[in-house]
């Protein structure tokens, strides 16, 4: 994900524009572009094609239940998107949570236990975001314990595995005396967020938009561009080539950034920006539990630090 300032308006249109979404755009109004110059020139210099009886409150219509779909569209898309950063913040407070209740319970010499759990916390939000992508790979992970990483192999679910490490280790300092029956009764609530978090993404993620609806806002916007330039030439002439282009550059757009931001855990450019805020979690874990970390990770969970996924 770029991340941007949304008071440099220029610069986020430019970055936006140099994305594959709007490649991809770009490529379809080509197809418009050729379209509505043949029926232009054709209309002008050879043959009488404009819908001279069909009334304009029939084109109003059309345009008014086609802005109706997308603003349902995008609306659906950008609830999704909202929920799964919501899920996300839920995650890093949670996070910070723990890393707040291990570090006032362990003493400060006990570097081990401080490291583990330093370790461990940071892993889940890597693991969950790899998940979420369908990468298995590991490297990103840390060693919190002798044949930690060893063991994460095994699982086929690594956000369950980390959390299983994170439920054995607390269970342990439990039955040591660590810490007293009512802590341990809010420690759970803390390790089984966890879980939860990773539920709302999964739901998020394993449920698209339905086929269906997708396909026939997409066969309305054609049909609707399709006859657009019939209903206008007489009015615009050789003005019909970028009022219709500019009108498909909305529409086809609106429908692409549904499609791109309906599920916010990829890597598309305008999707959550996972590896930051994963990176923002360990950083503030490791202080938190006096586990210092280099300050070049620090920079990259910074706002405003630029992210390529």
Known sequence: MILYKNKNWLSALYYFHTGPTAKSLVRRLLIVVV??????????????????????SFLQAMGILLSLLLI???NTAY?????GRIAWGTL?????????????VLPVDDRENREFFAKAISNFPFALKNHLRDNRDITELEEAGKGSLQEL?????KPAAVANQLWVRTEELYRQGKFSESQHINLNQHLTTLMDVCGICERIRSTPIPFSYSLFIRLFIMMYVFV???TVIEVYGYMTIPAV???SYILVGLEMIGVEIEDPFNLDRND??????????????????QMYLPHVDKEAARPGFTVVT
Do not use: G
């Open 35 to 56: 379209y509505v110059t043949f029926i232009t020139i054709v209309e002008l210099n050879y043959f009488d094609l404009k819908l001279k009886e069909t009334p304009t």
């Open 272 to 289: 959550l920006p996972l590896n930051q805020l994963s990176q923002l979690i360990r950083v503030n874990a490791h202080d938190i539990l």
């Open 245 to 247: 282009i500019a009108a």
């Open 79 to 83: 609830d999704r998107f909202y929920e």
């Open 153 to 157: 192999i095994s699982f086929d679910h």
């Open 92 to 104: 890093v407070n949670n996070c910070r949570n723990l890393a707040i209740f291990f570090n006032a």
């Open 72 to 74: 349902f569209r995008t």
């Open 228 to 230: 657009l330039p019939f």
